[in-house]
């Protein structure tokens, strides 16, 4: 971790701009051919992961160790939940989500020289997928359900609710014409292609919904009083 780069992680959060910044080694394709490429596939899909699990579309490199965070938003966090060795990055993620702050990825270089890492994508691909399932599902239940209720609810809902009975009722039907050797219904082939194409686009819609609700607006502003002096002041003393 370059030392220099200190002062780009803090800014965004000393302005007010950002709660939490983290690093992204893959913002210059330039230096990406320094990185092991089985690094690049391991962080390629752990990335498309943590976006579905922590509600940030927007980010990648989830698991970049180099982090700055605001010292109110911290203070709201529960490090006894939040997982812990390799899993503790992407689950910090998830938890500043449930509080909707704000993250910003800030560009660094990745370098790498004799060290050997640790991780072995073996021993921690079925706790992470396990993990990433499990935030998705707290996630999707507290945006969506418990904190509010709103037409990406229903799309949700309904969304599955059309696919699952394209996949049953299809299913059913298919199996139950290829036993007794004849052709299936029209009928019910198009009910389960309506299902399934009505089922999809409501999905399409909600997936539209969340990736638009990614949280914009750092939440440590909003507990600043005072003068917007007193808040530049304040800024100057977090730097």
Do not use: C
């Not at 939490?20 to 596939?41: E, V």
């Not at 998705?136 to 809902?157: C, G, H, M, P, T």
């Not at 949280?215 to 304040?234: E, F, Q, T, Y």
């Amino acid at each position: 971790m370059d030392a220099s780069l200190i002062p780009e992680f803090v800014f965004p959060i000393a302005t007010g701009q950002a709660d939490y910044t983290k690093g992204n080694r893959f913002f210059d394709l330039r230096n990406i051919g320094s990185m092991p490429g089985i690094r690049i596939f391991g962080n390629a899909m752990l990335s498309f992961m943590a976006k579905l699990s922590t509600g940030y579309w927007d980010l990648f490199d989830p698991t970049n160790g180099y982090t700055a965070i605001h010292a109110d938003v911290a203070r709201r966090l529960p490090f006894d939940r939040i997982s812990q060795r390799y899993f503790f990055e992407t689950d910090l993620l998830f938890r500043l989500n449930t509080l909707r702050a704000a993250v910003v990825d800030i560009p660094m270089d990745a370098k790498y020289g004799d060290e050997v890492s640790n991780l072995h994508i073996r021993q921690i691909l079925g706790e992470f997928v396990f993990k990433h399932a499990r935030n998705f599902f707290k996630r999707i239940f507290y945006n969506y359900f418990l904190r509010d209720v709103s037409l990406a609810s229903a799309e949700l809902v309904v969304s599955v609710v059309l696919l699952l009975f394209a996949i049953l009722f299809g299913g059913t039907h298919w199996i139950s014409s290829a036993a007794d050797g004849r052709s299936t219904p029209v009928g019910t082939i198009m009910i389960t292609a309506v299902s399934l194409i009505w089922g999809l686009q409501l999905l399409l819609a909600f997936i539209g919904y969340d990736i638009a609700s990614v949280p914009r607006r750092a939440i440590h502003r909003r507990g600043m009083k005072g003068s917007r002096s007193n808040a530049l002041s304040d800024a100057h003393i977090v730097s």
